[in-house]
């Protein structure tokens, strides 16, 4: 009897350690707070495959869409804004609720159920709708080299959804063009070769980049970077490593006023917004930046947003 209470009670202890290790492990995923994003398997327009096809580019395409369905994860998590929920689980998601992938893209179709979906608060739906590669080299026979290059282009339609309404948030457009060039030494023999660069690491760079524009174009529709304190005239940002924020730029600060909304639509629009000053970045850090204040100081204050203080455009020649 003695021997069958002992069992018991470590039979006990180990379903409480086995409780509050999963416990651990799901507090560690998910973090309080934060938002849960969904990302949508990349996904091509017919007439860039049907291009791709005919340029005989088909493989390379294909490697683009591997690496941005990866690179996209990882930029998202980098932003520090987000829970990520992986591709399976959300394909997991949606097919426990009965809700077809296809929705999330065709929210108007007669079986879009958006608002209904739990456990994702926001998806984010890329579709590359243009792409081309165009390689290049020459050999040097006087000196034995060999000059290559390679240009990349690729652009996609990032669409940003509020699973809980339904709605569109946001629809960019995200272009990226990559140029390498490169020269090396060759044997005799390779005189009557076509020099031609045989590696794909353009390929990786330009997913990679276009990840990161597209995840630093949803962050500023869904999350404005905002100060966080004013200490004389040192400013905190939300924003740091991986945050599209860097050392020396310029930022502008916006104190938000009221809602501006449609006379026609009643749809709001946004909020007023009224700049009360200017800063110069001087430390970035891991989770937030810090800054300068320079010039007029109208009231900056714990709140305001701040955004990149465009470039001048230049006048027509």
């Known amino acids: 009897m003695r021997y069958?209470?002992?069992a018991g009670t470590r039979t006990v202890a180990l379903a409480i350690c086995v409780v509050a290790l999963l416990a651990g492990r799901?507090?560690?995923q998910e973090t309080p707070g934060k938002k849960n994003l969904g990302i949508y398997p990349v996904k091509l327009t017919k007439s860039v495959s049907?291009?791709?096809?005919?340029?005989?580019?088909?493989?390379k395409l294909k490697k683009v869409v591997e690496s941005l369905d990866a690179q996209l994860i990882d930029a998202f998590s980098n932003t520090l804004k987000f829970n990520i929920v992986a591709r399976s689980d959300l394909k997991q998601i949606l097919e426990e609720q009965r809700i077809p992938l296809d929705v999330i893209i065709n929210p108007e179709g007669p079986g879009a159920r958006m608002g209904k979906i739990s456990g994702v608060d926001y998806i984010v739906a890329t579709t590359i709708d243009d792409f081309s590669i165009r390689e290049d080299g020459r050999i040097i026979e006087g000196l034995g080299m060999v000059v290559s290059s390679r240009m990349a282009r690729v652009s996609a339609v990032v669409k940003i959804w509020d699973s809980t309404s339904g709605r569109l948030l946001q629809s960019v457009a995200v272009p990226v063009v990559r140029e390498e060039k490169g020269a090396g030494r060759v044997t005799p023999d390779d005189i009557t070769k076509t020099p031609k660069?045989?590696?794909?690491?353009?390929?990786?760079a330009i997913s990679s980049e276009l990840a990161q524009r597209a995840a630093l174009r949803v962050i500023d529709v869904i999350f404005p970077a905002k100060v966080i304190s004013v200490?004389?005239?040192?400013?905190?940002v939300n924003r740091g490593e991986g945050g599209g924020i860097a050392r020396d730029e310029v930022w502008?600060?916006?104190?938000?006023?009221?809602p501006l909304v449609d006379p026609d639509t009643k749809e709001v629009l946004g909020r007023e917004e009224v700049k009360v000053g200017e800063?110069?970045?001087t430390d970035v850090l891991a989770k937030f930046s810090k800054a300068r204040l320079v010039g007029e100081n109208r009231g900056?204050?714990?709140?305001?947003i701040a955004r990149p203080k465009l470039a001048p455009s230049q006048p027509p020649q």
């Open 300 to 304: 900056v204050d714990a709140g305001n």
């Open 279 to 281: 800063m110069v970045i």
């Open 4 to 6: 069958a209470m002992h």
């Open 252 to 258: 502008e600060i916006f104190a938000l006023g009221k």
């Open 231 to 236: 200490i004389d005239n040192v400013v905190t």
């Open 50 to 59: 049907e291009a791709a096809a005919k340029a005989d580019q088909a493989g």
């Open 26 to 28: 799901l507090a560690a």
């Open 197 to 204: 660069a045989e590696d794909d690491t353009i390929l990786v």
